[in-house]
T-cell receptor, first 114, second 114 residues
Framework: NAGVMQNPRHLVRRRGQEARLRCSPM?????VYWYRQLPEEGLKFMVY????????ESGMPKERFSAEFPKEGPSILRIQQVVRGDSAAYFC????????????FGQGTRLTVV | QQQVKQSPQSLIVQKGGISIINCAYE??????FPWYQQFPGKGPALLIA?????SEKKEGRFTISFNKSAKQFSLHIMDSQPGDSATYFC?????????????FGGGTRLMVKP
């Protein structure tokens, strides 16, 4: 049973480009969470999605960031017109349902904006 | 607003010693408190977790102590080993059935010296 899969592991983008981060949850998990970890800091919640629905996006920056979790395929975190401050590690976590508090994390995508 | 405060930021312990990491929270709606262990370049992995209806939970060398009235909890690592060297995050989840969004502490970088 594969764990949470994130790709790419490392992503380098020039300022102004778009970054697309993918997350495939664990088999049987339909709840996906995205977190951002800035260097030397803890993880901060960004968005919570179920299949085809955004449940809570209270941690998402108001502009340039969007997320989706389509009926088929992985969850996507999209960052448009990246800036240097977007450089961070982005982690995806999944759980089978809200009543199960344990969330399993992927290995993250490390985004570097140059 | 930092809802979960973690200390110390870094900790050096001799092999065989006890590592103690403390966390304090403000939101009384939190009712599940997991600890995560993160190695460099990896995602956080669930280590141990506690609910506020118990004051202590032990799993192997890892113990959580919980003080509900003080809104504080701590992780004790007994007989610390060099392989325990990692960053540890405390976290909290509210009891609102709106999902399992984790609020993380700032992290403690533990180094266990041989």
């Amino acid at each position: 049973n594969a764990g949470v899969m994130q790709n790419p592991r490392h992503l380098v983008r020039r300022r102004g480009q778009e970054a697309r981060l993918r997350c495939s949850p664990m088999k049987g998990h339909s709840h996906v969470y995205w977190y951002r970890q800035l260097p030397e800091e803890g993880l901060k919640f960004m968005v919570y999605l179920q299949k085809e629905n955004i449940i809570d996006e209270s941690g998402m920056p108001k502009e340039r960031f969007s997320a989706e979790f389509p009926k088929e395929g992985p969850s996507i975190l999209r960052i448009q017109q990246v800036v240097r401050g977007d450089s961070a590690a982005y982690f995806c976590a999944s759980s089978p349902r809200p009543g199960v508090p344990e969330a399993f994390f992927g290995q993250g995508t490390r985004l570097t904006v140059v | 607003q930092q809802q979960v405060k973690q200390s110390p930021q870094s900790l050096i312990v001799q092999k065989g010693g006890i590592s103690i990491i403390n966390c304090a929270y403000e939101n009384t709606a939190f009712d599940y408190f997991p600890w995560y262990q993160q190695f460099p370049g990896k995602g956080p992995a669930l280590l141990i977790a506690i609910r506020p209806d118990v004051s202590e939970k032990k799993e192997g060398r890892f113990t959580i102590s919980f003080n509900k009235s003080a809104k504080q909890f701590s992780l004790h690592i007994m007989d610390s080993q060099p392989g325990d060297s990692a960053t540890y995050f405390c976290a909290a989840i509210p009891n609102n059935n709106a999902g399992n969004m984790l609020t993380f502490g700032g992290g403690t970088r533990l180094m266990v010296k041989p």
